[in-house]
């Protein structure tokens, strides 16, 4: 019996030490996909003449879904996207890396919001899985003509803020992206001028909690960037940031966090 206690030890101790080898290596090889999927993301945006432009992303786990990118264009244009694929973790990673990919290779086409989102989806609806969907805003912004056009496939209406106070809900769109193949998307245009802010986020900002149960929300959002007329892009993604985090008061992130903000300027 003590031979069979002691040979039983040995053998959950080599299986105990099995599981953390494993586990170590599968945080391992976590942090570095966690790591290159930094990389897809833009470290600094990029300098255009008459934009201030600024964007942040925190997964909730060490991978995540959410996307956002700029995307320099001909004659002083920029493509701004934001992107959530439905669900968490290793999943939403790598259909977040694909559709960078696809995102960045249509846009060398010099495509339109419409036509760049319709087969955007339907390069997406041939591969992605029946439980799996993704929200998509693109828009392209002129500063010169003062002028935003874009698409939404399914993504939280962004916040147009005037100097004046107004704030404009863009909420014209069509569905998410991945689950119906043979549908288009229209384009829509609105002014930018001068003084206005552009604001993208995903739902993991609205939707955070504090301690209590009670989402940020819109107009949480909405009051904070009110309250900072002037702010430049980062100032504006930083104050979002430390707002979230303060009120969730500790509690562990159920969503990735974005915000993009894109400021016209003189």
């Known amino acids: 019996t003590v031979m069979a206690n002691v040979a039983a030890i040995r053998i959950e101790r080599e299986r105990l030490g099995e599981v953390e080898l494993a586990e170590r290596r599968m945080t391992a090889e976590l942090q570095q996909a966690a790591d290159i999927q930094r990389r897809f993301l833009p470290a600094q945006p990029p300098v255009v ?17 959410d996307y956002f990118d700029f995307l320099p264009g001909a004659e002083g244009c920029v493509s701004v996207v934001i992107a959530d694929v439905a669900g968490k973790g290793m999943p939403a990673a790598l259909m977040m890396m694909n559709l960078q990919a ?8 010099a495509l339109g919001p419409s036509a760049l989102v319709t087969r955007l989806n339907r390069s997406l609806a041939a591969t992605c899985p029946g439980n799996r ?45 991945g689950l119906f193949a043979g549908i288009g998307y229209d384009e829509f245009r609105c002014g930018l001028h001068p003084g206005d802010l552009l604001l993208l986020y995903s739902d993991g900002v609205t939707e955070a909690v504090n301690p209590a149960g009670d989402e940020f929300g819109e107009e949480r959002l909405i009051d904070l960037v009110k309250s900072r007329p002037g702010a430049s892009a980062a100032a504006i993604v930083t104050e979002i940031q430390t707002a979230v985090d303060q009120w969730a008061a500790g509690q562990p992130a159920s969503d990735d966090i974005t915000a993009v903000v894109v400021r016209r300027v003189p």
């Open 133 to 177: 969907f993704i929200t998509l805003f693109l828009g392209v912004v002129d500063p010169a003509g003062e002028e935003l056009r874009f698409a939404n496939a399914g993504h939280n209406p962004p916040f147009l803020f005037r100097p004046d106070g107004e704030v404009v809900t863009l909420k014209d769109g069509g569905p998410v992206l």
């Open 102 to 109: 696809r995102v960045q290779a249509l846009a060398d086409g």
């Open 49 to 65: 003449p008459g934009l201030d432009l600024a964007g942040y992303n925190a997964a909730c786990r060490m991978v995540g879904g």
